[in-house]
């Protein structure tokens, strides 16, 4: 069973790589198959294993997505807990339709 910290450290990381410019969300995969489980909720996403912390996002149609994938692992390397960061970008946004 997670404990309280591992949940408080999970939500951390998720709103950290949420506050990442270009970052749109954190994503599940095709089947939301990326999660980590907690009581009672799941958090999408993000992966804990005992050497790597992984994080799926979807990033913004106008992102520089090397720059953001940098960026992401930078934001979360502290909160990783010495984890290996990957990230991976499932998806992009369509372009924001000007009217």
């Known amino acids: 069973m997670p404990t309280d910290d591992f949940a408080a450290d999970v939500?951390?990381?998720a709103a950290a790589v949420r506050a990442v410019p270009g970052v749109s969300d954190l994503h599940g995969g095709v089947q939301s198959e990326v999660a980590v489980?907690?009581?009672g909720r799941r958090v999408l996403g993000l992966r804990?294993?005992?050497t790597t912390c992984e994080v799926h996002i979807?990033?913004?149609w106008d992102a520089d997505i090397p720059r953001t994938a940098a960026a992401v692992r930078?934001?979360?390397a502290p909160l990783a807990g010495g984890r290996t960061v990957a990230v991976t970008i499932e998806d992009v946004d369509e372009p924001r339709k000007e009217n």
């Open 11 to 13: 939500d951390a990381i």
């Open 37 to 39: 489980l907690l009581p």
């Open 48 to 50: 804990l294993g005992d």
């Open 74 to 76: 930078t934001a979360v």
């Open 58 to 60: 979807a990033v913004g």
